[in-house]
């Protein structure tokens, strides 16, 4: 569920006329989305403001965060606050292993030559792969070789 992002910052971006000096930065800005943050929750946007410790930042813009919380087996909690839509594939591999405590610390190596971008799920999208023989490519593919034969119930 994402929030109406111009709604809200509307909402949120009438400062109190009366208020003046550091206690009107400090209230102001503890309760402020920022347009990053539109595209959370309310509530994930108060538990991050008042419990999450930034931990780091990917390629993508997503920001990851840690809070001293403890869960079941003695672990911290840890999140992903996304860039635009929700989408669990948009998490980078290096990532991926921190959130689900893999790694203690994000990998932090050097891409090798061969490696390419990590990239989200295409899958519904123009972008998805398209086998030989879909029908969205003309719905032809190659002839069976002969190394193939077709099953028989006769046997």
């Known amino acids: 569920m994402t929030s109406n992002c111009s709604k809200n910052q509307q909402n949120l971006s009438n400062e109190p006329q009366n208020w003046t000096g550091p206690q009107k930065t400090a209230i102001f800005s503890a309760f402020v989305y920022s347009k990053k943050d539109c595209d959370m929750t309310l509530g994930t946007w108060l538990y991050t403001k008042f419990k999450g410790q930034k931990v780091g930042e990917d390629d993508l813009g997503n920001v990851y965060y840690k809070s001293s ?18 989408e669990a594939s948009k998490v980078p591999p290096e990532w991926h292993a921190w959130l689900h405590h893999t790694t203690d610390e994000p990998i932090q190596t050097a891409r090798k030559a061969w490696q390419k971008p ?11 792969y398209l086998p030989p023989g879909h029908d969205r490519k003309g719905g032809q593919r190659a002839s069976a070789t002969g190394d193939y034969e077709a099953w028989s119930p006769d046997g």
Do not use: I
């Open 118 to 128: 990590h990239q989200s799920n295409q899958t519904g999208t123009e972008a998805a």
């Open 69 to 86: 919380r403890k869960r079941s087996g003695n672990r911290e909690e840890r999140w992903v606050v996304y860039v635009g839509e929700a």
